[in-house]
């Protein structure tokens, strides 16, 4: 069913009735080419563009519990390509084109918002790394700016520009970067594989994978056994529990990342603004939440909840920003469990038994890279070789002494 | 004007009267009195309107609960949005305003919205304004975004602050209503210390609010003779006005106190909210429980509030929403309310009651098996149409109706460790789970025993079992006599009948029907829901409203509600003011800051400071006449270089590495050899991290055999030294070495150029020669100066000249400044800050933080043999690897523009002088840049692929960023002196 | 979270700063033949249980103490706190 303004206004003047399931909840098939392990939204764009751009059939989801639940599901909603290295920059830009002509693809409105995004730097060292970051963006053909304290002050008049520890000197501008309205994401992405005959299984908890002689066969799962030509871990934080069923150990640790939004206000602030001199990343929904966060909490965890000094860390970042936010409530605070890799960046690539592929340590940016890291986990899983924006993303890259290391905080996941 | 509703009784004092304004109407109200308590008494029922179709909203709860009655509280910088008004104690003076409505609250002309909400249900948003796709920006989201939000923030810094604190306890008690009341009588009593926190400005929970007499005193004063006798218990600390916000790991618990809310604004000297973080053994949570309504036609007008708060709004405040009332309930509870209201004189229009066999309790009109099907009035109720038992309309008329659809146990805390609530069917509600947090336990009705006798026994008995726990022996009172009155309730969560919309989330008006289409369209578990309606999701997260989602979600799905699930809750259990969170590190005091030992000095001066990490260093220091910080700078360098300069570096880590292990532990964590360092000299060190990537660097003394002084850069000392820590306890716990910081303990300054030694052979004491023979280059050496003030020196540079370093103990730093300075004064020393020491440093091509960004190796550095391949130290293996080995890998090299005035871009990359500029044809990029004064000159220095065979060779460097593109020639990053002839002197 | 600290007590998380698993404390023999092999799987690849983790933790606030803890990563709950240089020796390290 093609969603409009038109069919709205159709379907409100006959009641609804008209308004069928976003996806379907089909019962498991025996067997499927492409097994796709994990329902959010880097597992559901995957099964997309495999049934849609590379024209793939007998694709199946399959989600522990509801899709859209992981770390779509809860994430502050950012979407920006502003990064470093040749390794990302590229990738990272694609994601953001593929953002940009997502509604339309998807016949979705996922919100996507190009209100922009600004880092903030204080001090000279900081303005060095950003002009290279910058220049380094814009040689890779995205957008970015560099906006002097004037600039600032004009958009954002109520930082604190005037009694500020660390005063803020200037800062870095990706005009195209924005946020998406997350759980849209992933409904979109299923809706859309879904009528591309996608399999889109719930509560189908994978418990083994069947591997024999060295090749895949197929997983064992909650709702029975279903057989497979190609496998495909998609699943983020849980990355090492599934690879473990393969006997893999993952250069990932899975930490825990709290975000917050406060109660909904009146508009205030227009885009995403990052403060250089602590943890405090933060925009506005569209329905007046602010949306913010900072860093991870730090230890690894599963638990899906963090503790109260990284609350008060983010919180105190963001009264030093903006000191007129004092009387804004914090409404909710969740958590998700982060595959933060060896070096900040992810891993799309075979593994070493046939039929076996896996994405994941996407660290704490993986919203942002859903389009680009469907497409590309959809083009290895179709043609056996890596897209060419995400060909540095190897797993042996390690040992082969090519690290992506944007942040240059080296082996230790709980700092990138 | 008059307080038309007020009743006879309550808890308020009505010797006094609270002047109010709410939307610029004066009104009076009491002390005890609550901003809902007081409008409602003087008759207003409108408080606000609802976020997406502007419904007229009144007050529904008399709690923190309430979805609607939001008001933006006082004004200028102090405007605080999304104030509860049943929980907002009314002080003199106090203002408020409604939100959400555009031009007045009676007329809101946003409310055209909901002429259009059979267009704007659910998730509507994501099935258009898809096209054209630049109309999303563009046109449609200001649009939705000018509808955002509630409250409005005033944008100026918030005035108040606040603090942060720190507790401990045997047992914190979460709420102070008969069970809390009852577990802290029996666990002060037994002398455990106790904290009880309630988040009420009165203790005592729904004893305020009901009739109940325990023992033979009314419920009120049992509770206030409970509090007094906790008062005077030295064990025992009671928080009213304390939110305990969430339940942490280990028993720790979050608890924000509001000091003084309550007053116009805070008394001089005291914060206006406390963070507390309150480190308990065990905690028991007394919260009670909440109740929730029935979804019927309309249900949302202003006069329409849950049962329990209108019993609450007669019982405890002497307010009532109209002068005739009536009561829809599934349940015995409501039936209290209709008693209760008639008591204080209230007609009571009637009791409505789905249970076609309802008792009879309160003395009026009972219509049993009968169900409002709709409601009418505008602002405010007026009638409410009911189907009756016989299948008869009829229509009665009041301005108030009191729902109950049954009480939920506020389990809220259970869930801040991700524990799920059990269904207990005989409430038809959900309670406590098996697994909850750590050291909890829970009582009252909060656990489901809902009676007055049943919470004062659940309180003591828990309090009982945990001082059991414990070890400490509980108190054994007598149990005070109370209702107990049996919960009988018949599950009902929406009248089908009715043409109007039924309301379950009123803040983010979701709907029964939105409920149906969220199943229609299979948005069917829990948490897809509450995503595509948003219901559950305003400021009160659903705590009257989610429950009823999901028994509708599991009457479609066929299913029980248990089987469709639960949402757990998370942290904050109300919202909390960021400035709380925040605390006191704010604006300056954001982060400590570390002054130097020459500070007060440089000060006096007239330097200009920059954060270097908490430190503050002198950047430069402006003499007069000097209007742009260049001047200043290149006339530090120009000093330095023609006499002598003296600069601060205390802030460089110093590592005291002690023990007859120290040389090979040094071996361990230096990639090049330190075994064979000679007493009396320093060597510089490259640290690599075990990937084989430069973690630092520093020169490292050795003062004797088994002692050795490590410094690090300043912004590694903290890192370095954890690093050496874990090298030492875990990789080679048996070697004899221990380590200090001491990067506190000594005051270190530079003193470079070329009549350096001049300078300190004048302070330093005669009994040492330092003569170029006897203290060459890279010696090192304990020394007496100014007559016998013990130092060490260390003959090392960082500026390439002739230099020392001088270190004195810290409290000696502030006079040897002054003293360097003065006996300086032949030679014209200098001071000179951060700025001119980078410009220095860059002209010798040394590497500081912009080259050593965590991804450099030693070859990058053009020191890959410093790494010895005939030792084990830390990071060499990995370092071998092939990607960091490739024959392009990055060298650093220095750059020159080919006009002089030309700016060098730190950042700015590097490409062939023919060919693309674009990110495929990356050569490297420049790390520093400076003006050099020297070679007046722009110059860089940075990394360029195979840089040490492209010497000589031009090159573009490009920053598009800031619009550059200029040719540079690649020379060695030795601009000055590359022989080292001057360091040597 | 709290940390027993075996020395001083139980103690703020927050006074402690995280280094991750410790295996860390089994570095690899430099001399071996697959030194690099070796030192890949130690710095790099971890096994991330969903449960019972040891874990190095330092003691940056206070006395400085590497300590091993034994946490569990789905509840948190820890249930032994040990001086890291005694799990060191005890598995064979030296000087």
Known sequence: MKYSGLRVIKEALTGHRGWGPAWRDPEPQKSYDYVIIGGGGHGLATAYYLAKHFGKKRIAVLEKGWIGGGNVGRNTTIIRSNYLLDGNEPFYEYSLKLWEGLEQELNYNAMVSQRGILNLYHSDGQRDAFVRRGNAMILNGADAELLDVDQIRARYPFLDFENARFPIKGGLAQHRGGTVRHDAVAWGYARGADSHGVDILQNCEVTGLRIEAGAIRGVETSRGYIGAGKVASCVAGSSSRVMALADIRLPIESHVLQAFVSEGLKPVLPGVITFGAGHFYCSQSDKGGLVFGGDIDGYNSYAQRGNLPTVEDVCESGMALIPALGRARLLRMWGGVMDMSMDGSPIIDRTHIDGLYFNGGWCYGGFKATPASGMCYAHLLATDTPHETATAYRLDRFRRGRMIDEKGVGAQPNLH | MSQKNRLPGGQIDRSQNLDFTFDGKRFTGHPGDTLASALMANGVRLMGRSFKYHRPRGVLTSGSEEPNALVELRSGARQEPNTRATTAELFDGLEARSQNRWPSLTFDAMAVNDRFSNFLTAGFYYKTFMWPAAFWEKLYEPIIRKAAGLGSLSLEEDPDSYDKGYLHCDLLIVGAGPAGLSAALTAGRSGARVILADEDFAMGGRLNAETFAIDDTAGAEWAAAAVAELHGMNNVRLMPRTTVIGGFDHGIYGAVERVSDHLPTPAPGKSRQILWRVYTRRALLCAGAIERPIAFANNDRPGILLAGAMRAYANRWAATPAQKVAVFTNNDDGHRTARDLMAKGVRVAAVIDVRPDAPRIADCELLAGAQVIDTSGRLGLSFVKLRQADGSERIIECGALGVSGGWNPNVHLTCHQRGRPAWNPAISAFVPGTDLPQGQSVAGAAAGAFSTHAALRSGAEQAAAILGDLGIKPDKARLPRAEDAPVNIQPFWHVTEGRGRAWLDQQNDVTVKDVKLAHQENFRSVEHLKRYTTLGMATDQGKTSNMGGLAIMAELAGKSIPGVGTTIFRPPYTPVAMGTLGGRARGAHFHPVRETPSHIWAREQGAVFVEAGNWLRAQWFPRPGETHWRQSVDREVRAVRGSVGVCDVTTLGKIDVQGTDAAAFLNKVYANGFAKLAVGKTRYGLMLREDGIVMDDGTTARLAEDHFVMTTTTANAVPVYRHLEFVRQCLFPDMDVQLISTTEAWAQYAVAGPNARKLLQKIVDPGFDISNEAFPFMACGAVTICGGLRARLFRISFSGELAYEIAVPTRYGDALIRRLMAAGEEFDVTPYGTEALGVMRIEKGHAAGNELNGTTTALNLRMGRMVSKKKDAIGSTLSERAGLNTPDALALVGFLPKLPEEKVTAGGHLMNREGPLDAKHDQGYVTSACYSPILNSHIGIGYLKSGSERMGERLRLVSPLTGQNIEVEVVSAHFVDPEGDRLRA | ?95
């Open chain 3, 1 to 95: 979270m709290m940390i027993d600290h075996p020395l001083l007590g139980p103690r703020d998380a927050q006074e402690f700063t995280y280094l991750g698993d410790a295996s860390l404390i089994d570095r690899p023999d430099w001399q071996a033949e697959d030194a690099v092999d070796q030192f890949h799987d130690y710095l790099y690849l971890r096994d991330n249980p969903a449960g019972e983790h040891r874990e190095l933790w330092f003691h940056e606030v206070g006395d400085r103490s590497w300590l091993v803890v034994t946490r569990n990563t789905l509840t948190h709950q820890i249930t032994s706190v040990e001086l890291a240089r005694d799990v060191a020796r005890s598995r064979g390290r030296s000087k």
